[in-house]
């Protein structure tokens, strides 16, 4: 029997009044795996209106920063105890391998414990403005905070949001994407064992165009951060405008990666597979376009292509899986459509481009790791986010180039630059229009960095103390001495 999914409320668990449900599947198998419920317009106003009513009670918004550090920190506890759960779970719903879903659940610990940290230090400013006057810089909670996530990293992109939320002193609504919230109520079972006040954090199960525009239209949220793609986000962003309420905005990404010819090529290879290939190609930082110099284009490509074709793609717990599956049947007829388009438009398919039919494989979503070369920037395969295992791969003459290439695109999430010459590599990352960078390396991060987009990409920037600040008003007080 499938797991019945439950929503929780100011406190409690609750089924939602609605008869409609929601079969939540195994994207590596297609089995129904849980049955989640769809909150109503009115039970969505019902957690907001708790969620508010236990912001202006004080009892999470005033309590003092090490009492809330306290909690964070009690939540990080409960979560490494079911590390592997949440990281089972994870592969269940998703369909990420095990190695993915574990390194997930300890970077959403490590948030937990990292806003918990920045709740010990001294915070503000004060200046002396003349000798009777003196000002107090102060910041606050902002209210009450709707999180809404998508289905790509579903654990780590909550936590991403509840963890500094909660560490400013907000109340939050979570909304999780419909097709994945089984970690988040996970996450909740584990956050109703703690001391966190009833009230401060609520989570519903429910679709976008319900749960998720109520909470964007409501009047009483004060701040909505929102991670999906660019196109909701706009959407979003004009829902919000009845109260004016802060957006926050995750968007999608288009990511070039620039390898020069006096790059390392192994070190590039190696990157560039882990660039596109980590989640399916499911990031949002995905580095997606390859921008690879005239001098090592063909010796790359055919190193490229031979590398994936050695990737193992297999369901999320064979230990063996390097590449898990595409999260559901709509998303993967999506990918397989861009195929189809990218073939159309001309683009070389040197790799993969189907969905594998074969064995064990068959009775889920997988897509062979896909490789277009010889594509130009007008193509509709190197402008729009695909959002799985498909790359493209284009070659540049020198540094102007690359950058006019790198940057001809409306996203402007990551990048990377791959080249021995330091200086060159420094002067070329600072040129491309992006949030997230590397030399050298390609997504990896931490939680003391910020993490957002340039352009279509986003607004605000989450993790590190920018990702605070995001959930924070920030208040002047002047003192007549
Ligand atoms: P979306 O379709 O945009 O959905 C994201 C979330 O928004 C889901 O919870 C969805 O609910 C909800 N939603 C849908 N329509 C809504 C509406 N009218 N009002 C309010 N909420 C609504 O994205 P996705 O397909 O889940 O995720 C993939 C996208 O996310 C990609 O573009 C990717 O680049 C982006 N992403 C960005 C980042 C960062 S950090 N920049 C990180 C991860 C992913 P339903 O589930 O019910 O549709």
Not at 219 to 242: C, K, L, N, P, Q
Not at 287 to 295: A, D, K
């Amino acid at each position: 029997m499938s797991k019945k999914l439950n929503m929780y409320m100011n406190g409690d668990w609750v089924e939602s009044s609605s008869n409609e449900t929601f079969d939540i599947i195994n994207p590596a198998t297609q089995e129904v795996i849980a049955i989640a419920p769809k909150a109503t317009k009115e039970e969505t106003e019902e957690a907001i209106k708790a969620a508010k009513r236990t912001f202006e009670s004080g009892v999470w918004s005033y309590l003092p920063p090490q009492e809330r550090a306290r909690v964070l920190l009690q939540i990080a506890e409960k979560m490494e105890e079911h590390l592997n759960e949440l990281a089972e779970l994870e592969v269940q719903n998703n369909g990420k391998t095990k190695r993915e879903a574990e390194s997930d659940a300890q970077e959403a610990i490590n948030s937990f414990r990292y806003y918990a940290g920045l709740l010990n230090m001294p915070d503000g400013q004060t200046y002396e403005y003349s000798d009777d006057m003196q000002t107090l810089i102060v910041k606050e909670p902002i209210g009450t905070a709707g999180l809404i996530v998508p289905w790509n990293f579903p654990l780590l992109m909550s936590v991403w949001k509840i963890a500094p939320a909660l560490a400013a002193g907000n109340s939050i609504i979570l909304k999780p994407a419909e097709i994945t919230p089984i970690t988040a109520v996970k996450l909740f079972e584990l956050i109703d064992e703690t001391d966190l006040p009833k009230g401060a954090a609520n989570l519903l199960l429910g679709s976008g165009s319900v749960v998720g525009q109520t909470i964007a239209e409501s009047e009483d949220v004060d701040i909505v951060s929102f991670t999906g793609s660019t196109g909701v986000g706009r959407h979003i962003m004009t829902a919000a405008t009845g109260n004016m309420k802060k957006v926050s905005l995750e968007l999608g990404g288009k990511s070039p990666n620039i390898i020069f010819d006096d790059a390392d090529l192994e070190t590039a290879v190696d990157y560039a597979l882990y660039g596109i290939f980590l989640g399916a190609g499911q990031v949002c930082s995905s580095g997606s376009r390859i921008l690879v110099q005239e001098g090592i284009y063909d010796k790359f490509v055919e190193r490229y292509v031979e590398r994936a074709k050695a990737i193992k793609v297999g369901p999320g717990n064979d230990e063996k899986a390097e590449m898990g599956a595409i999260v559901s049947r709509k998303h993967l007829e999506s990918i397989l459509e861009y195929v189809k388009i990218g073939i159309e438009e001309g683009a070389n398919l040197a790799l993969g481009g189907s969905q594998i039919k074969w064995g064990e494989l068959e009775k889920g979503f997988f897509l062979e790791p896909t490789i277009f070369i010889d594509v130009t920037n007008c193509m509709r395969i190197v402008r729009e986010e695909i959002f799985g295992p498909v790359v493209t791969v284009q070659k540049f003459k020198d540094e102007d180039d690359a950058i006019k290439d790198a940057n001809d695109t409306d996203f402007g999430l990551a990048g990377a630059v791959f080249s021995n010459d330091q200086n060159k590599a420094l002067r070329v990352i600072k040129r491309v229009r992006a949030g997230i960078t590397w030399v050298n390396a390609y997504h990896l991060t931490n939680v003391q960095a910020p993490w957002g987009g340039y352009k279509q990409s986003g607004i605000g920037r989450s993790l590190g103390t920018y990702g605070l600040d995001e959930y924070q008003e920030t208040k002047q007080i002047n003192m007549n001495l």
